[in-house]
């Protein structure tokens, strides 16, 4: 598997003897709202992360709180939002059935900066270069673009072009982006809130096979970058549709169970991996 990170992380300036602590949010649609809950925990516990990285959803979530968002401001941003028709377009399927351009000016509404160097944590955004057939990973360049490029499910949504190369979504190739912090921080948490639905329905639409061949390819994939965390969040988010907004704060509250249980388990015992 090839990786490539673009834009050193020249603001982390690792100090060996000092521990620092980095989380990976995962891919998941509207299941990464329990990412929102996830942060929540970490403040209830005084944990602010030193180094964040995302992949699709995820990559929404670290960096709206990396720019200084709260969770509740996070939430806020989203709660007067009820339908994915709010965030995407319908589009002639030439790539993709629908675009994001609605959800890219509601991002950079939201957002106080325009660059990733420019954000108080240090944030890796990862997407997947669809030409090369490599997982790639910014730390710095415009934030909007790279987080839909990361966003960008193929056939559901249009790749998204930078500087001559298309990208789409990063959880094709990894959907927990371990991999692009682990070497930047001691101790790596894992924000896994897309497990797979063992009680899925065949449907035999187009958009469900295809959405379900994405979640059986996702869930595949982590299996490595799992094996790179410290520990592990699983939100039992199966419940919650990819596009379904409806259920924002049960996510939330979701997340936040579930973090508030690992950080109780990891301050007992320090010295265990939790994967």
């Known amino acids: 598997m090839a990786f490539k990170i673009e834009g050193l992380l020249e603001r982390i300036g690792l100090n060996s003897r000092t521990p620092r602590l980095g989380i990976a949010f995962s891919g ?24 964040v990285s995302g992949v699709s959803a995820g ?9 200084g968002l709260s969770p509740n401001d996070m939430m806020a941003c989203f709660e007067e939002y009820d339908s ?27 957002l106080p900066v325009k660059n990733l160097e420019e954000l108080t944590i240090p944030t890796v955004v990862c997407a997947t270069d669809i030409d090369a057939g490599k997982s790639v990973g910014w730390s710095k360049g415009e934030i909007v673009p790279r987080v839909i490029a990361s966003c960008s499910i193929p056939i559901i949504f249009h790749p998204v072009r ?58 595949s994939n982590t299996l490595q970058d799992l094996e790179l965390c410290d520990y592990v969040v699983r939100s039992p ?39």
């Open 28 to 51: 998941g649609g509207a299941k990464g709202f329990t990412h929102i809950g996830a942060m929540m925990a970490f403040e209830t516990f005084g944990m602010k992360p030193d180094i």
């Open 59 to 67: 990559s929404i979530a670290c960096t709206l709180y990396a720019a």
């Open 84 to 110: 994915f028709g709010a965030f995407a377009e319908v589009t002639l399927p030439k790539s993709g059935f629908f675009k994001m351009d609605r959800f890219a000016k509601l991002l950079d509404s939201w």
């Open 162 to 219: 930078i500087n001559g190369v298309n990208y789409v979504d990063g959880g094709v190739l990894r959907n927990l982006p371990a991999w692009a912090i682990r070497k930047h921080c001691r101790i790596l948490y894992g924000l896994n809130c897309a497990p797979l639905d063992r009680d899925y329905h065949y449907k035999g639409s187009l958009l469900d096979i295809t959405m379900r061949t994405y979640s059986l390819m996702s869930k």
């Open 237 to 275: 988010g199966t419940r919650f549709g990819t596009f379904d907004l409806s259920a924002l704060r049960e996510a939330v509250r979701v997340g936040y169970d579930a973090t508030c249980r690992v950080i109780e388990e990891a301050l007992e015992k320090p010295n265990r991996k939790k994967n």
